[in-house]
């Protein structure tokens, strides 16, 4: 089955404890991309790769890094998190072919930062 | 650079009446639009996208959108809707050319009163 994973799908931790969400995808798709979703601000893109070792600022990048070493998986890296940094966090890809850019997204990561 | 804005934050409609999410968006070239669909604690689901192709798209679930470009809106729209539809809807916009960033609305949560 195509598919995006996230894990953990949930996560509690405490501040300045360094962490990591993996996210994967199953289809090939050169491109993958970060969010947050926060209520009233709708989805912010954090990070985005469009290839291997190729990855890019979104709106909302401080305070989180990524990597791309493969292409299937884009995992994101809380160094330190801050409690601020509790939102629910999307992964997605997409197939870098023509117009199309419909993304297929994971099924979230909620984290809480205490 | 690119944006896009969500008119209204709630919308309450009764089952079997029309719907209508009003999407506007500013954009300095001819973009890709879409429209995502999240039911309660789901992720997110592709509706419907205009890629520069027909102005008027059809989507799943009967509903579909109108590219304006004159009025720069890409409103959803829906003849009647059903108690499936209760969801939060979110207008997307994305640069043709390349990946680059992609802006997401903040969405409309619909509501629909049996």
Known sequence: ?114 | AQSVTQLDSHVSVSEGTPVLLRCNYSSSYSPSLFWYVQHPNKGLQLLLKYTSAATLVKGINGFEAEFKKSETSFHLTKPSAHMSDAAEYFCVVSDPRGYQKVTFGTGTKLQVIP
């Open chain 1, 1 to 114: 089955e195509a598919q995006v994973t996230q894990n953990p799908r949930y996560l509690i931790t405490v501040t300045g404890k360094k962490l990591t969400v993996t996210c994967s995808q199953n289809m090939n798709h050169e491109y993958m991309s970060w969010y947050r979703q926060d209520p009233g601000l709708g989805l912010r893109q954090i990070y985005y790769s469009m290839n291997v070792e190729v990855t890019d600022k979104g709106d909302v990048p401080e305070g989180y890094k990524v990597s791309r070493k493969e292409k299937r998986n884009f995992p994101l890296i809380l160094e330190s998190p801050s409690p601020n940094q509790t939102s629910l966090y999307f992964c997605a890809s997409s197939p870098l072919a023509g117009r199309s850019y419909e993304q297929y997204f994971g099924p979230g990561t909620r984290l809480t930062v205490t």
